[in-house]
């Protein structure tokens, strides 16, 4: 049973198009993240999400948009897509443990996007 | 089936000692493999990197160990220093296909 389960796992789309990437995760963890895989296999943060607070990294464009329908899932929407674009984006969840720390990060398989 | 695995939840070691994090695989298909390094609020960043063609690669203080028979490798740092206390995650790659990450195992190096 897959913990944290994306969908789809290849997308290849063209320059314009919007498309969504889903996330679902079934560990009961309170939060949810956005991860982009750089050329150099850096992981950057875009987004982390649980039920209070949505934090954004300044530098992600706003044609990236996270929606939540539920604390299990945290979608990734892309509009008007670009060549730079392409890339691996993983989701991830996390729980957060007495005393404030953030561990038992899962991360999804992936999903590697190719922008034509 | 969880095809990576990192066995131990945490590892504390002294400042100036090696710290040996373990890492084992189920998937033979597997053929590069890498190792993350997360501090707290931050995402994680890449660290090092093997390939299966190899057993050994080196970076500075760095080391990382591949015994494919085992289905095991294992990072190496040495002398640890407290800057190095984070999670650390291995993951791994067969061609074409995605990646996949163990559940971490957090250092923490004493002073």
């Known amino acids: 049973d897959t913990a944290v389960s994306q969908t789809p796992k290849y997308l290849v789309t063209q320059m314009g198009n919007d498309k969504s990437i889903k996330c679902e995760q079934n560990?009961?963890?309170?939060?949810m993240y956005w991860y982009k895989q750089d050329s150099k296999k850096f992981l950057k943060i875009m987004f982390s999400y649980n039920n209070k607070e949505l934090i954004i990294n300044e530098t992600v464009p706003n044609r990236f948009s996270p929606k939540s329908p539920d604390k299990a899932h945290l979608n990734l929407h892309i509009n008007s897509l670009e060549l730079g674009d392409s890339a691996v984006y993983f989701c991830?969840?996390?729980?957060?443990?007495?005393?404030?720390?953030?561990?038992?990060?899962?991360f999804g398989s992936g999903t590697r996007l190719t922008v034509v | 089936d969880q095809q990576v695995k990192q066995n131990s939840p945490s590892l504390s070691v002294q400042e100036g000692r090696i710290s040996i994090l373990n890492c084992d695989y189920t998937n033979s298909m597997f053929d590069y493999f890498l190792w993350y390094k997360k501090y707290p609020a931050e995402g994680p960043t890449f660290l090092i990197s093997?390939?299966?063609?190899?057993d050994k690669n080196e970076d500075g203080r760095f080391t990382v160990f591949l015994n494919k028979s085992a289905k095991h490798l294992s990072l190496h740092i040495v002398p640890s220093q407290p800057g190095d206390s984070a999670v650390y995650f291995c993951?791994?790659?067969?061609?074409?296909?995605?990646?996949?990450f163990g559940p971490g195992t957090r250092l923490s190096v004493l002073p």
């Open positions: 993951a791994a790659i067969n061609y074409g296909q995605n990646f996949v």
């Open positions: 560990l009961g963890h309170d939060t």
């Open positions: 093997i390939s299966s063609i190899k």
């Open positions: 991830a969840s996390s729980q957060e443990f007495k005393g404030g720390e953030r561990d038992g990060y899962t």
